[in-house]
């Protein structure tokens, strides 16, 4: 069974840097990523990451902003987040497709952490 386990979250001052970090348990066989839901709003994919390491996809929001990068000997992710913003303010999810790829998604079936806070101010 496959766990995910977010950590680094926390409150920053707008332009401030976080890095959320995700530890994988479990057989995670293929790509990985993080989405986020803010208050009010659905959940919503950010970036992803291929099992070899290389980035797939980014939401445009985040593109310039946050870099994903993955340890696959650790089988550990992480989002670096700079010049955040407070629509950046969300519950962060880390996230690995049942199906081994980010262009097959089934958020219902999928793997999901618990999540972690991230809170920008103005």
């Known amino acids: 069974q496959v766990q995910l386990v977010e950590s680094g979250g926390g409150s920053v001052e707008a332009g401030g840097s976080l890095k959320l970090s995700c530890e994988a348990t479990g057989a995670v066989i293929g790509d990985m990523g993080w989405g986020r839901q803010a208050p009010g709003e659905q959940r919503k994919f950010l970036v992803t990451?291929?099992?070899?390491?290389?980035?797939?996809y980014y939401d445009d929001s985040v593109k310039d902003r946050f870099t994903i990068s993955r340890d696959r000997a650790k089988n550990v992710i992480y989002l670096q987040m700079i010049d955040l913003k407070p629509e950046d303010t969300a519950v962060y999810y880390c996230?690995?497709?049942?199906?081994?790829?980010?262009?097959?998604?089934?958020?219902?079936?999928?793997?999901w952490g618990r999540g972690i806070q991230v809170t920008v101010s103005s």
């Open positions: 996230w690995a497709p049942l199906s081994g790829t980010y262009k097959i998604m089934t958020p219902e079936y999928d793997y």
């Open positions: 990451i291929s099992k070899s390491g290389e980035a797939n």
